[in-house]
């Protein structure tokens, strides 16, 4: 399966013979990537539309979208509905319009995501020719806090009774989860991407995250964007259930304590999925993590993102994308960040030569480019310990080194540790302009590291 390897677009510096294209800054030692073809621009996938504002949660939901306009007579339609809420910033007008835009591509996406279920890319394009949006445009509800927008499609066409199926469970799943967030304390919120039981991805259900995503802000919740430990995350774990697929949501409060916040069952032919990813990346247990995560001595939680242009929460990138990778821990910590393959052979990528891997509040460690590799998903894994606590036998890691067998032992046991996992869709057809990489060179590249110290 083509996979997410951050760690393989640096060490195409050690194969630039392979092109003379664009070079793409890395941020970490002046070092840089040449790769054969200048980036492409970010895929948007269904449900990247989010706010990365870091806005906060609303103290209390706005109006419904009861202004929303319809799409026109004599004809049966299906519909998409987008929602944005107005962030509060000086300039109100200026927020009030980019809600106004955000909500009618989210409608839009909405409606991407209910037509074209288990279609081909050039079968979801021809249908979506024919999406309208609504007669009044996207419009601001009664108190102006809320962005609402409807698309629709006019029947004949026809989903399959599974989607429907599926639509029906999803958003009774919002709903839930809408009502657990409105009892639980106060913060930002992070909607994460589905991942099974083991922490791995699921590119396929992007959809699903997608359309819990655009339904928060209609119960007055933002998506905070950017990595926070002070916000509250929406975990989506999904697993099979016979030839259904069981989606449950739970919300996860800054000091790592997570409560049940509803689930969603239905048929796996709603998103032609024949399985879940089985040993796609390396899994939480062998980690020695409980949903992608661990807290630390005294209470540390770090958070690490990958930033895809305005995209904080891809479910899958293009071979060639570009991104950046963020970094925020609650207290001043060390940090080393690392990229683990399902085998367990993993490249220390951060921090640099030079570097201390000192950290207080947020940071960005570069721009990097998405490369393809095989053996499946890898996972991007921030371990931190508090200032001044021992870092063990990784203190000694600076730079890109490898490491082989990672594993929980391989973690300080006081550790603070989060990760994300992140898939590469390396399908011809997939995205535009991607950057084809000679696999063998990078995996010579991988083989020549130097092994970081023990």
Known sequence: MPTLRVHAALLAAATAALAGGAVVGLGIGGAGVRQAHAAPPPAKAAGDSSSTSGAAVAPAPPGPCTVIGGLGPGT????????????????????????????????????RARVCVGLTDYDCASVMSGAHPGMQGAVLNADRTLACAIWGIPEPFERAPSQRAAEAQVNALA??????????????????SVTTTDGCAVPELAALSFRIRNALPSVGFVDAGAPRTDARRVRLEVSEVGTDLQVNASVVAPDGTARAAGQAVFPRAAYQLDALPSGSCIADRVLGLSGGRRTGAAGLQVAVSIRAGADQTPDSLCSGQSFSLDLNTSAPARVHVYSVTPDGSAVH?????????????????????????P????????????????????????GFCRVDGFSAATI????AVASVTWHIDARPDACAGQTTWDEQALAK??????????
């Open 412 to 415: 300080p046991a006081d550790a």
């Open 349 to 373: 990528v951060w921090p640099e030569p030079s570097g201390s891997g000192r950290l207080t509040g947020t940071q960005s460690l570069g721009t990097f480019a998405a490369a393809p590799s």
């Open 445 to 454: 590249a991988l083989a020549d590291l130097a092994a970081c110290p023990r």
């Open 175 to 192: 709903k839930t989860l809408g009502g657990a967030l409105a009892s639980s304390a106060a913060s930002p919120v992070l909607l994460e």
């Open 76 to 111: 049966r339609w299906i519909s998409g509905v987008g929602t944005e809420a107005v962030a509060k910033a000086p300039r109100a007008r200026e927020a009030e319009a980019e809600a106004l835009i955000r909500a009618d591509n989210n409608a839009r996406d909405d409606l």
């Open 375 to 398: 053996g499946g998903d890898e996972r991007i894994l921030a371990v931190a310990v508090p200032e001044g606590a021992p870092m063990g036998p990784i203190d000694a890691h600076r």
